[in-house]
C-alpha cells in the first residue's frame, strides 16, 4: 500500500495481524518460557551446593541412586522421616541424566520456576485477562527471593505450586455451577494436595484445610462443596499420597509416619535447628525478600470492587491463603525463609492487580508508595554497590566483627578486584530510569524497566558475588571434602553439615556403624577418619583424649586425621601414602 508521494505505508490488516500475533496466549507463553529458562537455567552449577537444606536433599536423592531403594528415604544411609520422598524421586530423574552434581539438584527447580510462570500467567488470563497474566508472571520472575528460589535445589518451590494449583482448582469449583465440571475440578484438587502431601507432608492439608474453613464462615457457614464433591476431593488426595503413605505402611508399619508427626509437632514448638526467630520475621522476609511485588500488594491488602463474581471468590481465597499462612508460620517456633515462601502467590497476585489499575489509571502512584519505593531501592542499590568495596578492604572492618569464626573465615584470600560494586551501579541507574518513565506516565515502561533492574541485580549478584560468599562459608571444607571422594577412607564433619556425604560421596557399603561420629571418634574404624570442624571446636577435639592428628588450621576450620589400629597392613601403606602428599598449609 502507498500513499500520494509513492511511500509504502502499513496496511491496517498488516497491522491488526500483527497486533494480533503479539496478543496470542501461545505467544505469551513462549515468551515466558524463553524468559524463564534464561533467569533460571544458566550458572546453575556454578556454585557449590549450600549446607543446610540443599545439600540434605541432594544427599538423599544420592543415597536413592546409590542404593535403589526409592521408597525409603535415607541420610548417611539412615531413616530419614523430615520429608516424603516425591521431590527426592524427581531430583534422582535429573541426576541420572545430568548426573550427581550442582546443576542437576537445582535443574528440578529452574523447570518448575517454568511452570510456575505458565501457570500464573494462565490463571490470571483466565480470571483477568491476557494483560493481568503477563504482570502477573512478572511480579514473580521480577522479585528477588522468587528469583533465587528458582536457582536452588530445595523443596519448596515445588510444594507451593502444587498448592497453588489445588488452591486454582478449588476456586474453580466455588465459581462454577455446572456438575460435572465441578466433579472433575474436585478430582483434580485432590489430586495436586496429593502430590503437595508427597512433597512435604500433611502441611499441605492443613494449609488448604484452614484457608477453606475460614472462607466456609465468611460465607456464613451456607454449604459451599456438595457431598460428593467432598468426597472426590477425599479420594484423590488418599489415593495420590497412598503411592507413598500407603506403601511405606504396609511394608514397614506406622513408624514413618509416627516419627513424621513428631518431627512436625517439634517444629511448631521449638526453635528447631538453630531456626527459632522473633515473631515479625516472616513480615520482614516478605516485604524485603519479595519487593518489589510486595511494596505494589499493600495497596491491594482491601477490599476488590468493580470485579465479577468469580474474580472476587479469586481474590478472597488468595487473601485468605496469605493471612492463613503468614499467621500460622509466625505462631510456629520454628521460622525459615522457606516456610513464608506460599505468600508469593498472594503477594505477587496482589501485586498484578494495583499494577494493573496503575497501567489502566483507575489508580495513581501513591505518595507513600513512591517515597518507600525510592528510599528501598537507593538502600539495596547502596549495599549492593558498597558490598564488593567492603570486601576488597575487609581489614578495616574485622576488628569490629566478635565471632573469631567469622573473621578467621573472611581471612580467606578470595580476589575482590571492585567492578563487583557496577552491580549496585546498574541497578540504581536502571532504577532511576524507571522512575523517569514513570514521572512522565509512561507507566507500563517504567514498571517493567524496574522489574529488569530487579532481574539484572539478584542474576548477577548470584553469578559474580555468589561464588567468593560460598568460597569464606564452604569453600574450604567442600574442597577437603571432594579431595577424600575417591578413596577408601572415611570423611565427617564435626559441625551439623550435609557436604561431607555429598562431596565426600559415602558408599553404603561402608561398615554399619560409619554413620556414628562417636564410633568414627573413638571405636576401632576399619580405614582412615578424616574430621573437619570449625576452628572454634579445636580446644574439644585437639584434647589428647581423642587421638587426632591436627593437618591444617586454615580460613576458620581445622582438619584432623584418625588412623586405624597401627598393626594393619592396610593402614601402614594408607600412612605411607599420607606421608608422600602435599601437606596443607597451616595458617
Known sequence: MTDTAGTTVPSPNANRRRASFFTRPSIHCLMLILIGSLLFIPFLG?????????????????????????????????????????????????????GINEFAARFVNAIFGIITLLTVYSIGRRYFDPVFGLLWALAFAGSFLPQV???????????????????????????????????????????????????KGPVALILIALTLSVYWIMARFKPIFSLKEMVLFTGAMVLVSALFYGIETALHGT??????????????????????????????????????????????????????????????????????????????KTKTVLYSSLCWFPVTYLAALHMRKLISGEAQWNRTLLISFVVFTVLVGVAVTAFPLVMKNKELIMPLIRDKFAVACMRKPVPWNGAECLIGVGFLSVS?????????????????????????????????????????????????????????????????????????KKRPDDHPLSHDLEWLLRGHVDKPVYFVGRIRQDRRYGAPEYGLTCLAKEYGFVYYRRDPEPSSAYACRRNLRWLMRPVFCSR
Open 149 to 199: 528460589f528458582f536457582k536452588s535445589g530445595i523443596i519448596d518451590p515445588v510444594f507451593n505450586l502444587f498448592i497453588f494449583c489445588g488452591l486454582t482448582s478449588t476456586a474453580s469449583v466455588l465459581t462454577s455451577s455446572d456438575p460435572p465440571k465441578r466433579s472433575r475440578r474436585s478430582l483434580l484438587a485432590g489430586m495436586f494436595i496429593g502430590l503437595a502431601i508427597l512433597t
Open 46 to 98: 556454578s556454585v557449590h551446593l549450600f549446607d543446610w537444606d540443599e545439600l540434605n536433599f541432594a544427599e538423599a536423592s544420592r543415597e536413592m541412586l546409590e542404593t535403589g531403594n526409592f521408597m525409603r528415604v535415607t541420610i548417611n544411609y539412615q531413616p530419614f522421616w523430615e520429608k516424603p520422598p516425591l521431590f527426592f524421586w524427581v531430583q534422582t530423574c535429573s541426576m541420572k541424566l545430568f
Open 255 to 332: 513408624w514413618f509416619i509416627t516419627e513424621f508427626i513428631r518431627y512436625q509437632i517439634r517444629l511448631f514448638s521449638t526453635g528447631d535447628a538453630g531456626h527459632g526467630r522473633p515473631f515479625y520475621f516472616h513480615f520482614l522476609i516478605l516485604l524485603l525478600g519479595c519487593f518489589p511485588a510486595s511494596f505494589f500488594a499493600i495497596r491491594s491488602f482491601r477490599r476488590h470492587g468493580g470485579y465479577g463474581e468469580k474474580q472476587q471468590v479469586f481474590n478472597r481465597l488468595f487473601s485468605l491463603l496469605f493471612w492463613v499462612v503468614f499467621i500460622l508460620f509466625s505462631i510456629v
Open 432 to 504: 532511576a530510569a524507571a522512575f523517569v518513565l514513570v514521572a512522565r506516565r509512561k507507566t507500563a515502561a517504567g514498571l517493567a524497566a524496574f522489574f529488569i533492574a530487579c532481574v539484572i541485580c539478584v542474576q548477577l549478584t548470584l553469578i559474580v558475588i555468589g561464588p567468593k560468599i560460598e568460597q569464606y562459608a564452604q569453600g574450604g571444607p567442600v574442597a577437603f571434602y571432594k579431595e577424600h571422594s575417591g578413596e577408601d577412607e572415611y570423611v565427617r564433619s564435626l559441625f551439623k553439615s550435609y557436604a561431607d556425604l555429598f562431596y565426600g
